[in-house]
């Protein structure tokens, strides 16, 4: 799996079989942001430095893209079959579902506008579970990269460990 991830390629390994819930009619996938969709690089300040200066730092990026982790592909992919169906009758709902809370959303907002990807819902949880969120999204699958992320969000969902970035070293 490592060598998928370090040639680009999204992987995850599935932890746990959460929910059997799904909707019949649409498919709906919830990603974490740091080390999935985008790089490590806010985790890295934020786990080296503490919450003041990430938050510091999140403010003066404001308006700086962040880099491409390895879910960025497959989010492109499901924005591109997205876009072909209208969006209130949408086969596919997507959902960002992360632990810090603003201001880093306003980074994150900058960063899917400049790719060109919409995300059907946010959840900025400042550090609150996981995983009554996700229930209540009612997602198919969800794709964190931090093991208590996902065995906590395994309780509710599918949910598949992506083993990337400085909470995997």
């Not at 996938?29 to 730092?57: C, L, P």
């Amino acid at each position: 799996m490592q060598k998928a991830l370090e040639s680009g390629f999204a992987a995850a390994s599935i932890v746990g079989e959460g929910s059997k819930d799904s909707h019949a009619t649409q498919l709906r996938i919830a990603f974490d942001g740091d080390a999935v969709i985008f790089s490590d690089e806010a985790e890295r300040i934020y786990q080296e430095k503490g919450i003041d200066a990430f938050e510091e730092n999140e403010k003066k990026s404001a308006n700086i893209e962040l880099k491409a982790g390895p879910f960025k592909c497959f989010l492109k992919s499901l924005h591109k079959i997205q876009s072909a169906f209208p969006v209130e009758n949408n086969p596919i709902r997507t959902a960002l579902v992360t632990a810090p809370s603003a201001p880093s959303h306003k980074r994150v907002i900058h960063t899917m506008r400049e790719w060109g990807i919409r995300i059907d819902e946010s959840f900025f949880l400042g550090g609150l579970d996981k995983g009554i969120f996700l229930k209540e999204f009612g997602a198919d699958i969800f794709f964190d990269d931090q093991h208590s992320h996902c065995e906590s969000a395994s309780q509710y969902v599918p949910t598949g460990h992506v083993p990337n970035g400085i909470s995997n070293s």
